[in-house]
């Protein structure tokens, strides 16, 4: 027996449906990367001292070593080093921290700057391993100009500071990623 459609609708009804379907999936589905593409623009242009962090890890240059490595928690993953009046003097992240745990390669030629780097002890300050010209960003930069700066230099962690080198804040790479899901979703 051959199915014969109501003869209200003709016979390739459910098709036009389908396409109906479909065709409001792929509109919506425009809409939204229309949508995405509207806030990775508008992400660029977030100011940084938005995003960054506020609290983060200070040491002294005249602090014992150990004394950072203390403080270094999961969650904290670089320390600025700073005078009293808070400006920038140098940047340490657990990375740089672990490099002064590896031995020299067996073939190095072993100079008097390589020789004191693997001479760190107890009595070793965080300015005896601090990095003193870091990669910072300024606190009137937008978030465009951040990323570019940690693409281009591979740099996870950007001190944020003023004219005067105050620091005000710590962006990570995760402070911006969190924002881009926040927006994304």
Same mark, same amino acid.
């Given at each position: 027996? @051959?199915?014969?459609?109501p003869?209200? =609708?003709?016979?390739?009804?459910?098709?036009?449906?389908?396409?109906i #379907?479909?065709?409001? +999936?792929?509109?919506?589905?425009?809409?939204?990367?229309?949508?995405?593409?509207?806030?990775?623009?508008?992400?660029?242009k977030?100011?940084?001292k938005?995003?960054?962090?506020?609290? !983060?890890?200070t040491?002294?240059?005249?602090?014992?070593?150990?004394?950072? #490595?203390? +403080? !270094?928690?999961?969650? @904290?993953?670089?320390?600025?080093?700073?005078d009293?009046?808070?400006?920038?003097?140098g940047?340490?992240?657990? +990375?740089?921290?672990?490099? !002064? !745990?590896?031995?020299?390669?067996?073939?190095?030629?072993v100079?008097?700057? &390589?020789?004191? =780097?693997?001479?760190i002890?107890?009595?070793?300050?965080?300015e005896?391993?601090m990095?003193?010209?870091?990669?910072?960003?300024?606190?009137?930069?937008?978030?465009?100009?951040?990323? =570019?700066?940690?693409?281009?230099?591979? +740099?996870?962690?950007?001190?944020v500071?003023d004219d @005067?080198?105050?620091?005000?804040?710590? &962006?990570?790479?995760?402070?911006? #990623?969190?924002?881009i899901? #926040?927006?994304?979703?």
């Amino acid at each position: 027996m @051959e199915y014969l459609p109501p003869p209200n =609708k003709p016979k390739n009804a459910k098709h036009k449906k389908m396409s109906i #379907i479909t065709g409001k +999936k792929r509109h919506l589905m425009l809409q939204r990367k229309e949508e995405l593409s509207h806030n990775i623009r508008y992400i660029s242009k977030v100011p940084v001292k938005i995003v960054m962090d506020k609290d !983060f890890l200070t040491v002294h240059p005249q602090d014992p070593l150990t004394h950072l #490595i203390r +403080k !270094f928690t999961s969650e @904290e993953t670089s320390a600025i080093v700073v005078d009293d009046e808070g400006r920038l003097l140098g940047f340490i992240t657990m +990375k740089d921290l672990l490099q !002064f !745990f590896t031995t020299p390669k067996r073939y190095s030629v072993v100079g008097l700057g &390589l020789l004191k =780097k693997y001479t760190i002890t107890r009595a070793s300050m965080v300015e005896d391993i601090m990095v003193t010209k870091p990669i910072t960003i300024h606190i009137e930069d937008n978030l465009g100009h951040a990323i =570019k700066l940690m693409i281009e230099t591979g +740099k996870h962690h950007l001190p944020v500071i003023d004219d @005067e080198k105050k620091v005000h804040g710590l &962006l990570e790479v995760n402070d911006i #990623i969190r924002l881009i899901r #926040i927006v994304t979703l």
